[in-house]
């Protein structure tokens, strides 16, 4: 998807809003309303059309990679760009600043895999309590 220097882009078609790359782009001249979406669009099976898409459009476009890198370096938080739904991006975001920080999806610091039978309870042999067992 390319910039339109606005939050939001205007109904119509897109521009480019400069760069080389951006001349190159499947998505050029393609209603903006395929990438972004339209006031009053809900959640659901429109929006799940939509993107896809713009998905598609996204897919054999000769710029790909270099609009994907633009939306994640500028947080655009609205649209399809690259191929990634504004989902997808949020996602993305989550996942790079878990593994540079070294937390989990929990917020709890990775840890080393557990080793063979770590987490199992002790089991008690007949006659004996088993001490894991709370009575």
């Known amino acids: 998807m390319l910039p339109t220097g606005q939050p939001f882009p205007p109904a119509g078609k897109i521009t480019t809003g400069g760069g080389d ?13 395929v990438f972004f979406s339209p006031d009053g669009e809900r959640r659901g099976r429109a929006q799940a059309r939509r993107e896809s898409r713009a998905r598609r459009i996204c897919q054999d476009c000769p710029v790909l990679g270099r609009c994907r890198e633009h939306a ?10 690259g191929g990634m739904t504004e989902a997808d991006r949020r996602r993305h975001a989550r996942r790079r600043l878990a593994a540079a920080t070294g937390l989990s999806r ?30």
């Open 21 to 33: 790359w951006q001349e190159h782009a499947a998505c050029r001249g393609t209603e903006s309303s």
């Open 72 to 81: 994640l370096a500028m947080g655009e938080p609205y649209g399809v760009w």
């Open 106 to 135: 929990r917020g709890t610091l990775d840890q080393p895999a557990p080793g063979p039978g770590a987490g199992l309870r002790p089991v008690a042999t007949r006659g004996e309590r088993n001490p894991a067992v709370r009575r």
